[in-house]
């Protein structure tokens, strides 16, 4: 499921590079959360959650299988 995770973050890494940020894949567990941490701009930024929820969680909520749950770390 790593594979996948890091596959589909590939899709949405160029929109949060675009505004000075990144995202980088920490873990993915067992029981379907998915740990990342969010870098650079998207690191400090109040809309975080959002992009994090809205943005990640979403896309790897359709992409792959399995996941339940994106945190950040």
Known sequence: MKEQV?????????MLQADGGDVELVSVEDDG????????A????????MTLKNGIE??????????????SV
Request: proline share 8%; glycine share 12%; net charge positive.
């Open 6 to 14: 890091e596959k589909a973050l590939g899709k949405i890494r160029p």
């Open 42 to 49: 998207c690191g400090g930024c109040p809309m975080s959650t």
């Open 58 to 71: 979403r896309l790897l909520k359709q992409e792959v299988p399995g996941v339940r749950e994106v945190l």
């Open 33 to 40: 959360v998915v740990k990342v941490r969010l870098k650079g």
